[in-house]
C-alpha cells in the first residue's frame, strides 16, 4: 500500500465560502476579512492532512461580485498570518505578472517561505479580468501579450531565488564575516520587458525554490505551465475532457526537458457531502435556494469575460465566439451549456455554485469513489477542494470524506515532512547561478 | 498625574541589531530570516506597552551591508505573521512611494489593518538610494521629483482607503445582501502620475485610516509630513537641533488645517543600557570592538549616498558639498564630524554603531533623566528606539528604564485601547468620500 500513488490535495479558499451564497448557509462563516475565519480553515487542512491552501486573487471589487471577492484579505500577508499559526499546510498565493514587477513578487513569495519554514507557492497568472487595468492607470494587455510578459516574469522570479546559494549566511563570530560574499550574485537579467539586477535582500529560502502553481488553460498557458508549474490547476467537469487535458498537459514536459510525475495537476471540485445522499441533495439544494438572482446576467458576464447582459435570462444559450483564448472557465461552461441545452438562468445556477467548477454531491462513500476514480484513470493528481461554506463544508469533506481515501492508501495518513515541496515529492533544487 | 503629556515609544527591528556588529554580541539573536526572533521582540514590545514596532526596508542588497539589510524579511509579510501572535503593538512598515502602485500599497495596508484589529502604520518613503533603481528597469528619479510623486502616491493610498464606508458589510440573510452598494464608491483618481479607479476589495478597516509615519527631513519631506503623517521619525545627534526641527515641522501643520497635537515626532536613539554607567559603557566598548573596518569606506559611501571611498581612513572628514536635500543622515553626520573634529574612522564608529542615530550609553536613571529632559524640552514627543542588539539589548531598555519613565507618569502602564491610532490619541477618522 505504501508503494501506491499518492494523492495531493489542496483548498481553495474564500471565507465566505465557494458558493455565492454560502455564508447564508445556517452556521456559516460570515467573512473573508476575518483572520479567526482563516485560522480554522488552515487547522481544518492540517488536520486533514492537506497538500496546500490556495488564495486566488482580483484586482478590483464591485459589491455585487462573490461576497469573498468583494471584501477580501490581500492573499500574501493574509498567508503570512497562517504561516505564524500553522506548521506543515502549504501557502499558496495568487499574484498577477501583469500588474506587478518580478522583484517584488520575488521577494515576498521568498519572505513567506522563510516566515514558513518552506511552505509558500506562487500562483502565477496573467489576470484575465481586464477592470484591474484601471486600478493600475493601464491598457489590458491582450492575452498572448501577457504571456510573452508572464513567461519572462517568471524567469526573472526564479531567477531572483537563484541568487543566494546555500550556505551564503556564514554568521563567523571570529573574522566578523556575515556572509560570504562569494556565494552571493546578482542576476543581471535584460530580456524584453524587465532588467533586473538582483541579488534579494533574503537569502536562498527554505524549498531553494518556492513552488509554482498555475491555472491557466489556453495554448499559451499550457505551454508556461508545462515549463515551469510544479501544480496545475484544472477547471473540469468531465472526466474523458480531463484525461484529455491531463495528458494534453504532460506530454509537453519533455519538451522542456521535464519529467511529467514532477507536476501535480489538481481539478477543481466542490464537495457537497451529507451523511446520506438525500442529506447531500437537501443541502445542495438549500444552498442554491439562497441564491440572489438579481444581478445574474452581470455576474456571469464577469466570470465569462464577455457581456451576455442583453439576453432573456431564461432563454437558452446560444452558440456563441469565444471572446479570446483566455477564458477556460466561459470555453468549459459554453461548452456544457450548449451539451446539456440550458439556459442562462440554468448557467448561472452553476455558476453560482462553484464558480464554474465541477460540483459533486453525495455521501461520502461515494465521493471517494468518483475521486478515486478520477484519480485512477489519470485524469489528475489529486484535486482542489472547493467547500461551499467554511468551516462546516470543508470540516465535513475532511472528516467524512479524507479517512476512507486514507483507509483506501490513497491519501497520506501524517505529513511525513514540513515543507510544501516534500508534501509533493519534489526534490529541493540547487541554484542554477552556482549550480 | 493622569493629566500628564504621554510620550510615545517604537522600536526599530532589524534582527541581528541596530548595530552593525549587534549579532556578535554573546546571547545576541543571529537572523533577520527567523521568525522566532521577531516574535520574541514583538512580545518585549508589548511588555513594554510600546506603541509600535517599525520595520525600514531596503529594495536593493549587498553582502557587505548591515547583516540586517542584507538578508532580511519582507516587511509587509513580516508585519503580517506578527499580526497572528501579538494583541496590542501597532505595526509599522516601510513601501516606497518609487517603486510601488499606490493601488498595491493601499491594498496591503488594509489587508494588513484588517488582520491586526487596526494596528497597521504605513512608512512612506521616497527611497533614497539609488540601487533600487537597477532592480526595477528604472532611471532612479532626482529627489524632488520624487517628493511630487510621493505626494500624489500617499492622496492615492488615503483616497483608496476612503472608499468603503462603515457599515456597508450588511450581511442580510433575509435579502440575501451582503454588500450595501450606496456604501462603496469608486475614487476616480486622475492625477499627474497616477490613474487609479477603486475600490479595494477590501472594507473599510478598523482604523479608518491605518497610520501614516513619514521619516524624510529635506523641506518637501517636511511638507509631506506636516501635510499627511501621523507619526515622523527623526534622525537627532543634539537636543537644541532637534527642538528646532520640531518646531519647523508642526508650525507647518496649521497652513494644512491640522493641529500639530495630531502629530508624534519620535527621533531615533541607540540607548546602550547597563546597571551602572561602568557596565554600560564596557557594553558599548564591547559592540565597538566588535566592528570590521575592512569595508569601513564603501559603507559610509553608501549610508551618506555620497562616494567617499577615495579618501583615507585617518585623515580629517573635509568641509564636503551635500549631494542633495534628501540625505537627512548625511547632512547631520557631516555636521557632527566638522563639528567634532573628526577623521572618517570616527565617522565610521558612529554610523557602524548606530546607523547615524543618536547613541545614549548609560544606567537606567540617566538615560531616563535625558529621554525626559528631550521630551519636556519639546523636542520630541517621544522616542524610535534602536537596540543594539536583541532581545537583550530590548529587555535591558523595557524593563529598566520603562519602569522609570513609568513611575514619572510619562509613559503609559498598561494599553487604554486596542488600535495603533488609539495608542497615539487620535482620534478615528470617517471617510471623506461620505462625509
Redesign the interface.
Known amino acids: 500500500m505504501n508503494q501506491r500513488r499518492q494523492m495531493h490535495l489542496g483548498v481553495f479558499v474564500l471565507g465566505?465560502g465557494n458558493h455565492i451564497?454560502g455564508?447564508?448557509y445556517p452556521g456559516a462563516a460570515?467573512?473573508f476579512?476575518d483572520?479567526s475565519v482563516v485560522?480554522e480553515i488552515a487547522r481544518i487542512a492540517e488536520r486533514g492532512r492537506f497538500d496546500l491552501i490556495f488564495l486566488g486573487d482580483?484586482?478590483?471589487?464591485e459589491?455585487?461580485m462573490h461576497?469573498s471577492?468583494?471584501?477580501?484579505?490581500?492573499p500574501?500577508?493574509?498567508l503570512?498570518?497562517?504561516?505564524?499559526?500553522t506548521t506543515h499546510v502549504g501557502l499558496g498565493a495568487t499574484a498577477s505578472t501583469t500588474?506587478?514587477?518580478p522583484?517584488?513578487v520575488a521577494?515576498?513569495f521568498?519572505?513567506?517561505d522563510?516566515?514558513s519554514g518552506g511552505r509558500a507557492a506562487w500562483n502565477a497568472v496573467t489576470s484575465s479580468g481586464g477592470k484591474a487595468a484601471?486600478?493600475?492607470?493601464r491598457i489590458h494587455p491582450e492575452h498572448d501579450a501577457r504571456y510573452e510578459v508572464a513567461e519572462e516574469f517568471v524567469d526573472v522570479v526564479r531567477g531572483l531565488w537563484d541568487c543566494?546559494d546555500d550556505g551564503?549566511?556564514i554568521?563567523d563570530?571570529a573574522?566578523?564575516?556575515?556572509?560570504?560574499?562569494a556565494k552571493?550574485r546578482p542576476l543581471n537579467h535584460e530580456g524584453r520587458f524587465?532588467?533586473?539586477?538582483?541579488?534579494?535582500?533574503?537569502?536562498r529560502t527554505p524549498q531553494g525554490q518556492p513552488i509554482i502553481l498555475q491555472a491557466g488553460s489556453s495554448a499559451p498557458g499550457l505551454a508556461l505551465a508545462a515549463r515551469t508549474a510544479d501544480v496545475v490547476f484544472a477547471v473540469v467537469q468531465d472526466m474523458e475532457e480531463a484525461r484529455a487535458g491531463y495528458v494534453a498537459l504532460k506530454s509537453r514536459m519533455p519538451g522542456f526537458g521535464r519529467d511529467p510525475a514532477t507536476l501535480a495537476v489538481l481539478p477543481g471540485v466542490m464537495p457537497v457531502v451529507g451523511r446520506t445522499e438525500a442529506e447531500a441533495r437537501a443541502r445542495l439544494n438549500l444552498l442554491q435556494s439562497?441564491?440572489?438572482t438579481d444581478n445574474a446576467l452581470a455576474m456571469l458576464s464577469s466570470r465569462l469575460g464577455m457581456d451576455v447582459s442583453g439576453f432573456p435570462l431564461d432563454a437558452l444559450v446560444p452558440d456563441l465566439p469565444l471572446p479570446d483564448s483566455s477564458h477556460g472557465f466561459a470555453r468549459v461552461m459554453l461548452a456544457k451549456a450548449r451539451r446539456e441545452r440550458m439556459t442562462w438562468r440554468d448557467l448561472f445556477n452553476l455558476t453560482g455554485a462553484a464558480r464554474g467548477h465541477w460540483v459533486i454531491c453525495g455521501a461520502p462513500e461515494s465521493i471517494a469513489d468518483t475521486l478515486q476514480e478520477w484519480f485512477e484513470a489519470e485524469a489528475c493528481d489529486g484535486f482542489n477542494i472547493l467547500p461551499p461554506y467554511f468551516p462546516g463544508g470543508f470540516a465535513d469533506f475532511v472528516d467524512l470524506v479524507v479517512p476512507i481515501l486514507q483507509e483506501r492508501g490513497l491519501f497520506r495518513r501524517e505529513y511525513s515532512g514540513t515543507t510544501l515541496r516534500e508534501h509533493l515529492g519534489l526534490a529541493r533544487p540547487r541554484s542554477r547561478l552556482f549550480d
Open positions: 465566505t451564497a455564508w447564508r460570515q467573512s476579512e483572520l485560522q482580483n484586482l478590483a471589487s459589491p455585487g461576497p471577492f468583494a471584501a477580501r484579505f490581500e500574501l500577508t493574509m503570512a498570518a497562517l504561516a505564524a499559526t500588474y506587478n514587477e522583484y517584488n521577494r515576498a521568498a519572505s513567506l522563510h516566515l484601471d486600478n493600475f492607470g543566494w551564503a549566511v554568521r563570530h573574522t566578523g564575516r556575515y556572509i560570504d560574499p552571493v524587465f532588467r533586473v539586477k538582483g541579488p534579494l535582500p533574503t537569502s439562497f441564491v440572489n
